[in-house]
């Protein structure tokens, strides 16, 4: 069943799902929206690199990723810098520098908008590998650390006190997100990226009473908007990455809307969405 | 030993938050923090856990210590989905009976299953603390744990914390503004504002010029009483040694005041 793109394409979009949910959760619990950006615009310089050396695709993003995430970490570990102004600049200056990097390679015929946008067509047995292979190593790392991650999500310092290693845990979480980048990226695009990481996730929100179920709803939210999204981009003619996260748009849309229905139900448990960082990308 | 600190300070832009702090905390032993907003307290706390490293002096602590904080201030994120009972398990692993009975011990069972932002300011204090006293640590750091708790919670709590250095036998340092229950339930306070202004027994702290002028005569007469108490206690002919300050006190309530308890010492203040 590997034969035909689509299947491929599908099966390579669950696998994403299934490691774009747990990771979207903590993008939301840390409003690491921002900081999700800048590092998947970096895919693209990546991308550039990987064409420049003849290196693998996946592999070039994901080792630029690592680095522009640790750059990252750096900077707002000196609190005064890490801005909203200054990753807003880091995003769109590492994509413009990988755009005009891949322009200046006249000698490769690259299709820009398949890495920008997602291209289902160009997924080979060899991605599907990379991402189930990829996929399975991120959520086992993910599983291993997930109570430290966590408790440093929830507070670093009381973390910190109490014998967690907050420092080691961040740094692998961005690895992880370098990771989901770099197997994702054929499949989304880098530009929707983020998008894809935090709207199943903002959506389960509302269904979750803990930090465990919120994982696993945004993992079948996700599920739902890849078959949803690759069909129409099918059936439509249109980009996969945007058709994707307009899918999971309208699951975001649909578990905000029944409001009164919901809230008799969940009652007391439940506080809604109300952070401008969510929904933005 | 659990803690100790030597000579520590924190500096931040070039400026000392606090300095020149020395201190051990050892088992079965509530040390108490006390000093006026941005004295250091806080920082002192953080500098005693690791939370921040000493810029100057020595800091030590056991090896593998097991330790818990209830911070100042906490501010979960409102996207959180968390029960009460899951931020109960959120360093350490726990069962339901272990959770049950922290829950217990600070009259929370009935808020298990609720998410955590939906708690009231005092409800989400108990919480904290219940979360702390989980699993019997070896050292508690307690940062003004009781604000927004109502006045029985109040006591109950402090009451919690006595009893839970007893059974335990573990350390607790203590950060608080309640004077009367500083000097009536703390092994040793420190007088904090910037530097340590003064520490020793609670009597000794009381009654030391240097806290007299950091809180002002009125508080410094009000637990005059306990330095009675306290002094009265020590001698060792039974004697009272009654300085010509709290004389007039000492007459008029000495009696009452030696079996004091939390409630009458606070109407004092
Ligand atoms: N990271 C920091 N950088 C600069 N100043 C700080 C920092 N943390 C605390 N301070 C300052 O240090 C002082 C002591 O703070 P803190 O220990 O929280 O006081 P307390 O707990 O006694 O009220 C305050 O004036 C505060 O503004
Ligand atoms: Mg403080």
């Known amino acids: 069943m590997f034969d035909d793109f689509f299947s491929r394409?599908?099966?390579?979009?669950?696998?994403?799902?299934?490691?774009?949910?747990?990771?979207?959760?903590?993008?939301?619990?840390?409003?690491?929206?921002?900081?999700?950006?800048?590092?998947?615009?970096?895919?693209?310089?990546?991308?550039?690199?990987?064409?420049?050396?003849?290196?693998?695709?996946?592999?070039?993003?994901?080792?630029?990723?690592?680095?522009?995430?640790?750059?990252?970490?750096?900077?707002?570990k000196r609190a005064s810098l890490s801005s909203?102004?200054?990753?807003?600049?880091?995003?769109?200056?590492?994509?413009?520098?990988?755009?005009?990097a891949l322009a200046f390679m006249t000698w490769v015929r690259v299709d820009l908008m398949g890495f920008l946008f997602g291209d289902i067509l160009a997924i080979t047995t060899v991605d599907l590998a990379l991402i189930w292979g990829g996929g399975a190593v991120v959520l086992a790392f993910l599983a291993k650390i997930w109570r430290a991650l966590f408790a440093a999500t929830v507070s670093y310092d009381l973390a910190l006190a109490e014998g967690n290693k907050p420092d080691q845990v961040n740094l692998l979480f961005m690895v992880l997100m370098a990771a989901v980048i770099a197997v994702s990226m054929k499949i989304v695009g880098v530009l929707l990226i983020t998008a894809l990481l935090i709207i199943p996730a903002a959506a389960a929100r509302r269904f979750a009473t803990s930090p465990e179920q919120m994982a696993v709803i945004a993992i079948i939210l996700g599920i739902v908007s890849v078959y949803i999204?690759?069909?129409?981009?099918?059936?439509f003619d249109t980009p996969a990455g945007p058709s994707i996260v307009v899918a999971a748009l309208a699951c975001f849309v649909l578990s905000v809307l029944p409001v009164n229905i919901l809230r008799k139900r969940t009652g007391r448990s439940q506080k809604n969405l109300k952070d401008p960082d969510v929904g933005v990308s | 030993m659990l803690v100790s600190l030597e000579n520590a300070g924190i500096c931040r832009s070039e400026k000392w938050l606090v300095r020149g702090v020395s201190m051990t905390v050892d088992r079965g032993e509530i040390v108490t923090l006390i000093g006026p907003n941005g004295s250091g307290k806080s920082t002192t706390a953080k500098m005693a856990l690791g939370?921040?490293?000493?810029?100057?002096g020595v800091t030590k602590r056991k090896d593998k210590l097991h330790a818990k904080y209830v911070p100042q201030k906490l501010r979960l994120n409102s996207n959180l989905p968390l029960s009460?009972?899951?931020?109960?398990?959120?360093?350490?692993?726990?069962?339901?009976?272990?959770?049950h009975s922290a829950l217990r011990a600070t009259e929370t069972e009935h808020l298990a299953a609720v998410q955590m932002s939906?708690?009231?300011?005092?409800?989400?204090?108990?919480?904290?603390?219940?979360?702390?006293i989980l699993n019997s640590p070896e050292f508690l750091v307690l940062d003004e744990p009781v604000q927004g708790v109502d006045y029985n919670g109040e006591i109950m709590l402090y009451k919690l914390i006595e009893d839970i250095r007893d059974s335990l036998n573990c350390g607790i340092l203590l950060i608080s503004h309640d004077l009367h229950i500083v000097m009536s339930k703390t092994d040793r306070v420190i007088c904090l504002n910037g530097h340590v202004c003064c520490s020793g027994t609670p009597a000794?702290?009381?009654?030391?010029?240097?806290?007299?002028?950091?809180?002002?005569d009125r508080a410094a007469s009000g637990l005059a009483l306990y330095e009675h108490h306290h002094d009265h206690e020590h001698l060792p002919d039974g004697s009272i040694r009654t300085d010509k300050r709290t004389k007039t006190q000492n007459n008029v309530s000495s009696k009452n005041l030696v079996s004091n308890d939390v409630d009458e010492a606070n109407e004092n203040v």
């Open chain 1, 84 to 100: 909203d102004a200054l990753l807003g600049l880091l995003a769109h200056s590492v994509l413009a520098i990988g755009l005009v």
């Open chain 2, 118 to 132: 939906n708690l009231s300011g005092g409800e989400f204090q108990r919480v904290m603390l219940a979360r702390a």
């Open chain 2, 51 to 56: 939370v921040v490293a000493a810029d100057e």
């Open chain 1, 9 to 76: 394409a599908l099966i390579g979009g669950f696998g994403v799902a299934v490691v774009a949910g747990p990771l979207g959760c903590f993008i939301i619990w840390r409003r690491l929206a921002y900081f999700g950006d800048t590092l998947s615009h970096s895919a693209l310089l990546g991308v550039a690199i990987a064409l420049l050396l003849e290196l693998n695709i996946t592999l070039s993003v994901f080792i630029v990723s690592v680095l522009v995430a640790l750059m990252l970490l750096l900077l707002q």
């Open chain 1, 229 to 235: 999204g690759l069909n129409g981009s099918l059936e």
């Open chain 2, 84 to 99: 009460v009972t899951r931020f109960l398990r959120l360093t350490d692993s726990a069962d339901k009976v272990q959770i």
């Open chain 2, 204 to 216: 000794k702290v009381a009654s030391s010029q240097e806290f007299k002028s950091l809180f002002g």
